[in-house]
């Protein structure tokens, strides 16, 4: 208190309100900090494993688009002309999982925690923990088990180690391209491990501000 008897504000205080102020929206109340913000390490990993399926998207958008990548032989990858079925089929599944990369950044940006205004019905409230956990967590343990199964298979006869797959150059530019994806289902389990014990911390320190006295 002043000698005025208004009350101060301090650093702490405000924090405090800060935590525990929800304010009213058309779809409900739902606190503005839902969580602590994510350490540095963090983000980067997350921007990582958004970015592990461009180079192989990149490769499969060339191969759509009729630029040579090594097979030969009766290979569809061989004899895909632009425009096709195939061709386009190809582009949509690096499109497909490009988006999933970048589904990566929720777990650290506030549209992870909270949905956006836009969406009709639930936007502006709090995204439930599991609802993004739960997904991300099979995901990861998914991708994981695909990649180790690449990486002991990529030579393998019917696959690399097929007469019509590439070789030289473009066995290597292939495989580099495909290398990243190797990295992406452990990296979204680190993310998504940290994305939850923040959550989780995020809502015990709520509860012991909202049972503080005074």
């Known amino acids: ?57 990149l490769w499969r958008i060339a191969a759509a688009l009729g630029i040579p990548v090594g097979f030969t032989g009766d290979n569809a990858l061989a004899t895909v002309t632009f425009g096709s079925w195939f061709s386009l089929y190809m582009i949509a599944l690096s499109l497909f999982a490009d988006g999933l990369g970048l589904l990566a950044l929720g777990l650290v940006r506030h549209w992870g925690e909270v949905f956006p205004r836009w969406i009709p019905l639930i936007g502006g409230r709090r995204v439930p923990t599991a609802v ?13 088990a695909v990649g180790v199964m690449g990486v002991f298979g990529w030579n ?16 290597w530019a292939m495989t ?29 320190s709520r509860s012991r501000n909202l049972h503080r006295p005074g």
């Open 156 to 171: 393998a006869p019917g696959n690399m180690g097929h007469p019509d797959a590439p070789d030289g150059i473009a066995y």
């Open 1 to 57: 208190m002043t000698a005025h008897g208004t009350a101060t504000v301090t650093p702490v205080t405000r924090a405090r309100a800060t935590a525990t102020t929800v304010p009213e929206t058309t779809g409900g109340t739902v606190p503005t900090g839902t969580s602590l913000p994510p350490p540095r390490w963090a983000i980067r990993l997350a921007h990582l494993a958004a970015l592990t399926p461009l180079p192989s998207s």
């Open 132 to 144: 993004a956990v739960v997904p991300a967590g099979l995901g990861a343990i998914v991708l994981t």
């Open 176 to 204: 580099i391209c495909y290398l990243p994806l190797v990295a992406w289902g452990p990296l979204l389990a680190a993310v998504t491990g940290h994305y939850w014990l923040r959550r989780h911390r995020g809502r015990r």
